[in-house]
């Protein structure tokens, strides 16, 4: 079943959306899991059922619920948001796959670095005045610059999940 989606601006509903990551640690060992605080975005569906858009998060809010670590994660050993305070994902084509599927292409960019990212999200909700995406990706922290690596205790992939809520944007006159 293929849902469509009304054409127009949407705008994410920030009390209802959530991105959150987890990464092993100590060599595999320790699971460390964190939610940034700020998300803020937008996209535009055309006449054609494709969309692009833009989401944001604020850097310096990702809580991993352990305040020497954010502080950590905070600083130029990794997301450096003093320089870098945005993560970006710049959604350059979405559209419907199959079921209730949307493939997704655009670009990621951490610490002013930009590389290509695909994902696959789910359409949990959908009608005219709100639509509810839900997916979870891999990155691989080294393609951005987030080398800091003690004792080689943190290797692989982190995984990203987000669960976006976007509402009809109000027309202004």
Known sequence: MTVAVETGVWQ????????SLRHRT???LVTV?????????????????TATGTLTLDAATLDT??????????????FD???????TFAVRSAKAGAGDTVEISGQLTVRGISRPQTLTARLTGADAEALTLDTEFT?????????????GMIRGLTT???T???????ATT
């Open 139 to 151: 990155v691989d922290r080294a393609d951005f610059g987030l080398g800091w690596n003690q004792l």
């Open 26 to 28: 100590m060599w595999g």
């Open 81 to 87: 948001v003093e320089n870098h305070p945005e993560i």
């Open 12 to 19: 994410l509903d920030t009390t209802a959306s959530t991105v």
């Open 33 to 49: 899991k964190g939610s940034f605080g700020a998300v803020g975005g937008q996209g535009e569906v055309g006449p054609d059922g």
């Open 164 to 170: 976006l809520r976007f509402v009809r944007a109000t």
């Open 160 to 162: 990203v999940s987000a």
């Open 65 to 78: 619920k352990n305040k020497k670590r954010d502080d950590h994660l905070r600083s130029a050993d990794f």
